[in-house]
């Protein structure tokens, strides 16, 4: 990330990231390996805002930063189009569809339910795996394109179903770590450009200090202060 944009970047208005956004929060459906694969095909392969190496970086940095990794990349790309409005445009474009959706599902699930049964909630479960299953193999082809990243990522997927644990993914993501500087930064540095993201300095250690600082106060004070809200508030932001 740096301060300033390279010649010839592309950018766009908020207005322009809200609609896309927008598009694909009112027509996409399933969880958040689907929606990357969404993002793919909207951002890279349709109106070229990133390339497959620059979706890649995104997708890997968000995967490993705590938190949601589709919102977290749908900001990154809003970011990186429209600025701090672009990210904020994503966010509310994607977002804000999704969770009127499941306001208005959750309020009417036990009557849908009492009427149709529940063989409709068991075919929208087999969906969202068939969306996933698709979204899985389209990012495949660009993310593992080789056989040595493939071994990697097949190494990584036993290790975690054979011990589905926290630290089993953190191991996964340490062991991945090692073999991306020992076999592939060289390739990397030769022939890939920075992420399409652009922070200042200032403004990304601001960021990096607020995290850390609302990590640590928000469970004091709802301790000291023994308000409810506040401690489920703090329970949700870590």
Known sequence: MAAGRPAGADRGSALEVLGAFLKLG???FGGPVAHLGYFRREFVERRRWLDEAAFADIVALCQFLPGPA?????LMIGLSRGGYAGAAAAWLGFTTPSAVAMTVFALAAPTLTQALGSGWLHGLRLAAVAVVAQAVLAMSRSLTADAPRASVAVAATLAALWAPSALTQLAVIAMGLGVGLLAFRAGAEASH???????RRSAALTALALFGCLLVALPL????????G????????R
Do not use: K
């Open 26 to 28: 009112l027509t996409s």
């Open 70 to 74: 589709s919102s977290q990349t749908g």
């Open 193 to 199: 450009p920075p992420l399409p993201v652009f922070v």
């Open 221 to 228: 004070a709802a301790r000291l202060t023994g308000d409810h």
């Open 230 to 237: 506040l401690d489920l508030f703090a329970r949700f932001y």
